[in-house]
């Protein structure tokens, strides 16, 4: 069996779990406090600039710290720079027993496009 490129990684991922545009996001962060932002990007990409109040857990992390950095109690949108990483956070999730998690399509890049807030 040969092992799946990192993009058909992404397309199966977003086969099986929501997306949610930026706009509908910061509408819905403008109404919902409780809407944890989860990203999933290095950390140098962190230090850049990121959405506020944002959880930072880097994608290779997801699964062993979810329980510990993720309430399984809240909606959870999860972003990345262009929203493939984050899909497969959210794939992850979804097989740890999430069941309230969206990937952000087109990730911080959609976000700053969209008009959403960042700090640095």
Same mark, same amino acid.
């Given at each position: 069996?040969?092992?799946?490129?990192?993009?058909? =990684?992404?397309?199966? %991922?977003?086969? #099986?779990?929501?997306? $949610?545009?930026?706009?509908?996001?910061?509408?819905? *962060? /403008? @109404?919902?406090?409780?809407?944890?932002?989860?990203?999933?990007?290095?950390?140098?990409?962190?230090?850049?600039?990121?959405?506020?109040?944002?959880?930072?857990?880097?994608?290779?992390?997801?699964?062993? =710290?979810?329980?510990? %950095?993720?309430? #399984?109690?809240?909606? $959870?949108?999860?972003?990345?720079?262009?929203?493939? *990483? /984050? @899909?497969?956070?959210?794939?992850?999730?979804?097989?740890?027993?999430?069941?309230?998690?969206?990937?952000?399509?087109?990730?911080?890049?959609?976000?700053?496009?969209?008009?959403?807030?960042?700090?640095?």
């Amino acid at each position: 069996m040969t092992e799946m490129s990192y993009e058909e =990684r992404v397309r199966q %991922a977003k086969t #099986r779990i929501a997306e $949610v545009t930026a706009a509908e996001t910061i509408e819905r *962060r /403008s @109404a919902e406090r409780e809407l944890v932002l989860l990203d999933v990007r290095e950390a140098n990409e962190w230090s850049l600039f990121r959405i506020p109040g944002a959880v930072h857990v880097p994608l290779g992390s997801v699964g062993q =710290r979810a329980g510990d %950095a993720i309430p #399984r109690d809240r909606d $959870v949108v999860i972003y990345c720079a262009s929203g493939n *990483r /984050s @899909a497969l956070a959210a794939d992850t999730l979804r097989e740890l027993g999430y069941e309230r998690v969206a990937s952000l399509a087109g990730g911080i890049r959609g976000w700053v496009s969209a008009g959403g807030e960042i700090e640095q």
